[in-house]
């Protein structure tokens, strides 16, 4: 009877919550998917049926495919300097724990993480500015004026501009969580493996490596779906400009639904979006065995 009694406060206390996940998250991509299957404007009283004239469209739209593109590099230039760069800054870190410059170190390249994306844009905007900015000069004191460069109006340029501010916010955010990963693996793992002789390199791609897996598969997933879904740094640093240069999906998303009122197309553009970051969570539920994570807990 008090099993019974108990199964239903749980289930009191979950309703509010999975009301608010279906209200919240999966009613949106219902309706949105539906949405995709009709042509539409904001202010339209009623809607054609289109059926899957959107997502052939979306085939051979070249500007998707661009956009697309934009996101695939966000994504690789991400896992180098997020994922790898910041398991090696981590390890680093977490061997000269000790030092106060370690620590110093790991809360000054956290802050960028915890700053507003809007005043973030916002700040880069005016260093990349060729007139007023600190790049330009800086270049040019170190006599490496022939690089002097108008970084943001250049499309040669400017995507790789706007990533890069990406990777000096979250490189900080991936090294502490790899930092928590990595002060779960027992130091003296290390020690034994240093008496066997084992060099700082190979304790690294044979201890740390496989020991923290989990945490890496975890970054791995969030700096891959962040790509993807990325909006608010290019759309404040650019909005997709110069031309289309750096325009990326929710961009390509944001500007055919809200600009052009064609709800319809964006709707199929999201339903794109909804695949691609879903389709990676999967991937990594598949990679990483919830079952046996739980074990090893236990």
């Keep these: 009877m008090t099993i019974y009694k108990n199964k239903k406060m749980l289930a009191l206390f979950l309703i509010p919550a999975l009301a608010l996940v279906i209200l919240l998250i999966f009613l949106p991509v219902v309706l949105n998917v539906y949405y995709s299957f009709f042509k539409w ?26 956009a697309l593109l934009n996101n695939v590099k966000y ?15 981590a390890h680093i870190f977490v061997i000269s724990a000790n030092t106060r410059f370690a620590a110093l170190t790991r809360v000054v390249i956290f802050i960028p993480a915890v700053v507003s994306l809007t005043a973030i844009g916002l700040l ?14 800086l270049l040019e004191k170190i006599g490496l004026g022939t690089l002097v460069h108008d970084w943001l109006g250049d499309s040669k340029t400017a995507m790789y501009a706007v990533i890069a501010v ?26 034994s493996a240093k008496i066997d002789g084992a060099s700082g390199i190979k304790s690294f791609f044979y201890i740390t490596i496989p020991m923290i897996k989990s945490t890496i598969l975890m970054n791995l997933t969030v700096t891959i779906i962040g790509a993807f879904m990325v909006f608010d740094e290019v759309y404040v640093m650019t909005s997709g400009g110069p031309g289309k240069a750096t325009e990326v999906l929710a961009i390509k998303m944001y500007e055919t639904g809200f600009r052009m009122d064609k709800m319809g197309y964006a709707s199929a553009i999201g339903v794109l979006l909804f695949v691609i970051t879903f389709a990676f969570s999967f991937i990594q539920l598949r990679m990483y065995n919830v079952k046996d994570s739980m074990k090893e807990a236990r």
Excluded: C, R
């Design 124 to 137: 880069w905007v005016i260093i990349y500015n060729p007139s007023i900015g600190l790049i330009n000069p």
């Design 166 to 191: 990406s990777q000096w916010q979250y490189t900080g955010e991936m090294i502490m969580l790899y930092t928590v990963g990595l002060q779960g693996v027992p130091t003296e793992i290390y020690e």
């Design 75 to 89: 994504a690789v230039i991400s896992i180098i300097f997020q994922v790898g760069l910041g398991l090696i800054l």
């Design 41 to 66: 404007t904001a202010y339209s009283k009623s809607m054609e049926f289109n059926g899957f004239k959107y997502f052939i469209k979306l085939v051979k739209d070249e500007e998707v495919w661009h």
